[in-house]
């Protein structure tokens, strides 16, 4: 039972435009959600979290953007850069509970 | 760089060995997690420790298992391996993380590729 998912295997963007990464969840319980980037041959790095208090937060170019009632949220990425290029993992965590990854979509960004 | 590291980064191996994989978490850091990504899959959980102790499982076979050492340092030991056991093998850890909870921001370290032939 997958409860982070994460639909788009791979993403592809041009410099300089908006990324929009997706992740939907199904469990109702799930109040703290997290975006890890992956870059090849090194362990996920934290990028930006968000609680279930909150619809949307902001830290630099990376804005998530929450919606409870759809159990859906969002990553965007402005403007998008070639250091960009990764794979970006969604994850999901309930109070006092493990947290849950999705299966990641890989961004790459076109000069 | 993470602050976590992980030894070794690969390692190959055949069906039935037993490996051992370690992990030093981030200094001051006390919870240590351990996930396992197979190919196409995202971080499954599988076990974490805080302070010396099991704090939350998750999908964690009972050939696997894992302990946090007095120093925090953790070892991940896999028996009778099956080549389905070849994945890639994070270890994160936390500040806290007392309860369970995963509300702790994770630092991973660069995992160990297990290849079982």
């Known amino acids: 039972d997958q409860q982070v998912k994460q639909n788009s295997p791979s993403l592809s963007v041009q410099e300089g435009r908006i990324s929009i990464l997706n992740c939907d969840y199904t469990?109702?319980?799930?109040?703290?959600f997290l975006w890890y980037k992956k870059y090849p041959a090194e362990g996920p790095t934290f990028l930006i979290s968000i609680s279930s208090i909150k619809d949307k937060n902001e830290d630099g170019r990376f804005t998530v953007f929450l919606n409870k009632s759809a159990k859906h949220l969002s990553l965007h990425i402005v403007p998008s850069q070639p250091g960009d290029s990764a794979v970006y993992f969604c994850a999901a965590s309930a109070r006092f509970k493990k947290l849950v990854f999705g299966q990641g979509t890989r961004l790459t960004i076109n000069p | 760089d993470s602050g976590v590291t992980q030894t070794p980064k690969h390692l190959i191996t055949a069906t039935g060995q037993r490996v051992t994989l370690r992990c030093s978490p981030r200094?001051?850091?006390?919870?240590v997690y351990w996930y396992q990504q197979s190919l196409d899959q995202g971080l499954q959980f599988l076990i974490q420790?805080?302070?010396?102790?099991?704090?939350a499982k998750g999908n964690i076979l009972e050939r696997f298992s894992a302990q946090q050492f007095p120093d925090l340092h953790s070892e991940l030991n896999l028996s009778s391996l099956e080549l389905g056991d070849s994945a890639l093998y994070f270890c994160?850890?936390?500040?806290?993380?007392?309860?369970?909870?995963?509300?702790?921001?994770?630092?991973f370290g660069p995992g160990t590729r297990l290849t079982v032939l």
């Open positions: 420790y805080y302070n010396g102790e099991e704090r």
């Open positions: 200094s001051g850091d006390l919870s």
């Open positions: 469990n109702s319980m799930f109040d703290y």
């Open positions: 994160a850890s936390s500040v806290g993380g007392q309860g369970g909870s995963s509300y702790n921001e994770q630092f």
